[in-house]
């Protein structure tokens, strides 16, 4: 570890500067790096279990975007189940909001501007998460026939719900393909600076251009459903992997192992 001490902002490394190894103090109180990487590896253990509950466990066993009356009826039938994913929704966006935070504390003293950069592009997906959530409360009140949805029949109703579910989709998959880019930039950062192992920083890169691919699909196949099943198995294990080594590798780096 060196022993740099950083009483300003960390500047970019150059060609020239060997790669920080160490603990760097930081200024005035702030969180030391090691402590934001045991607080971001304790955030996305949390995270990455709400994910996998609220969009695994819940809503792709709920929804069928070809079915709108199938759908409904699976939420009106486990209303409480569906409100509990939008929860841990809520939470894995707050979560995301203070991960950004984190990993720039950790990721600072080995440039600052590729750990804003990763920061801005985690935050702005974080708002297309957020922004995406408004659609599943949209399709809750559909469903439970409240208020003003009362007043349009039912088929109607289940159309519009699952347009909304499916405006669900489309928002998270923009959001994704910023998310796919925060990873790249995590990957550089790891990869240049030295501080985990080649294959933890190759993790990240892999899981982010999978993550722009899906996206990229989505958005020029006219029938990227008869291709889903195919763009899932490919994200969907880089994406836990992904999750999980830099969740392992902040919870050690925080406990200093």
């Known amino acids: 570890m060196p022993t740099q001490t950083l009483t300003s902002a960390a500047t970019e490394p150059t060609a020239t500067e060997p790669a920080v190894v160490g603990e760097p103090v930081p200024p005035g109180n702030e969180i030391s790096p090691r402590r934001a990487a045991l607080l971001a590896g304790i955030a996305y253990a949390v995270l990455f279990a709400l994910a996998l509950f609220a969009n695994f466990a819940v809503r792709e066993q709920m929804v069928d975007l070809d079915d709108a009356a199938a759908t409904v009826d699976n939420i009106t ?53 957020g ?76 899981a982010g251009a999978v993550y722009l691919i899906d996206s990229v699909g989505y958005t020029v196949l006219n029938d990227y459903a008869a291709y889903e099943n195919v763009f899932a198995a490919i994200v969907v294990l880089p994406a836990i992997v992904t999750e999980g080594t830099l969740t392992v590798w902040l919870l050690r780096r925080g406990l200093g192992r």
Do not use: C, K
Not at 153 to 170: C, G, H, K, V, Y
């Open 77 to 129: 039938g486990s209303p409480t189940l569906f409100r509990l994913a939008m929860l841990a929704f809520l939470v894995v966006f707050v979560l995301d909001v203070a991960i950004a935070w984190l990993l720039h504390l950790v990721f600072r003293p080995y440039g600052e501007r590729r750990s804003l950069l990763s920061a801005w592009f985690r935050l702005t997906y974080t708002v297309f998460l």
């Open 131 to 206: 922004v995406a959530l408004v659609f599943l409360f949209a399709a809750l009140r559909l469903v439970e026939v409240d208020g003003f949805s009362a007043a349009i029949d039912q088929e109607s109703r289940d159309a519009l719900a699952l347009l909304a579910l499916d405006a669900f989709n489309a928002t998270w998959m923009v959001g994704l393909a910023l998310f796919g880019l925060h990873l790249v930039v995590v990957a550089r950062i790891l990869w240049s600076s030295r501080i985990a192992p080649r294959w933890v920083a190759a993790a990240p890169a892999i």
